[in-house]
């Protein structure tokens, strides 16, 4: 099995409702995003993905986040649904999943909101 694993960044605010402490209030990170994919087949170039081209479908993820209230958006414009790292981990697994060529499986997506602390997501993949 071979995994690629490719990194983006993007700048966006956020504050978190219901939560007690400094986050409550409006702040905001340039957040660096993990993204790798496994596959067990490689092309005739011997990638399993062009870096280039992951990097363009993260990005056509993340431009609709980049320089925005994170709390304005779908999905995190509801109470209960924080833009926290670990929420935006997920939203980004899913909306990449549907760009990736069916030979990609989405391994892992993580969401660093300063250089030592990250969220990650990745689906269940047990019984």
Not at 7 to 34: D, P, S
Not at 65 to 74: E, G, K, T
Not at 98 to 125: F, Q
């Given at each position: 099995m071979y995994?690629?694993?490719?990194?983006?960044r993007?700048a966006?605010a956020?504050?978190?409702?219901n939560?007690q402490?400094k986050?409550?209030?409006?702040?905001?990170h340039t957040?660096?995003?993990?993204?790798?994919?496994?596959?067990?087949?490689?092309?005739?170039c011997?990638?399993l993905i062009d870096?280039?081209?992951?990097k363009?479908m993260?990005?056509?993820?993340?431009?609709e986040?980049?320089?925005?209230y994170?709390n304005?958006?779908?999905?995190?414009n509801k109470?209960d649904?924080?833009?926290?790292?670990e929420?935006?981990?997920?939203?980004?697994?899913?909306?990449?999943?549907?760009?990736?060529?069916?030979?990609?499986?989405?391994?892992?997506v993580?969401?660093?909101?300063s250089?030592?602390?990250?969220a990650s997501?990745r689906?269940?993949?047990g019984?």
């Amino acid at each position: 099995m071979y995994r690629l694993t490719i990194i983006e960044r993007f700048a966006a605010a956020h504050r978190l409702f219901n939560y007690q402490g400094k986050c409550a209030r409006l702040h905001g990170h340039t957040w660096t995003v993990e993204v790798s994919v496994e596959g067990k087949k490689l092309n005739s170039c011997g990638m399993l993905i062009d870096f280039g081209e992951l990097k363009k479908m993260t990005s056509t993820v993340i431009k609709e986040l980049d320089h925005s209230y994170l709390n304005d958006l779908h999905p995190f414009n509801k109470l209960d649904n924080n833009p926290t790292a670990e929420n935006l981990a997920k939203y980004i697994y899913h909306q990449l999943k549907t760009l990736l060529p069916s030979n990609l499986t989405l391994a892992e997506v993580r969401v660093w909101e300063s250089p030592d602390a990250c969220a990650s997501y990745r689906e269940d993949t047990g019984p």
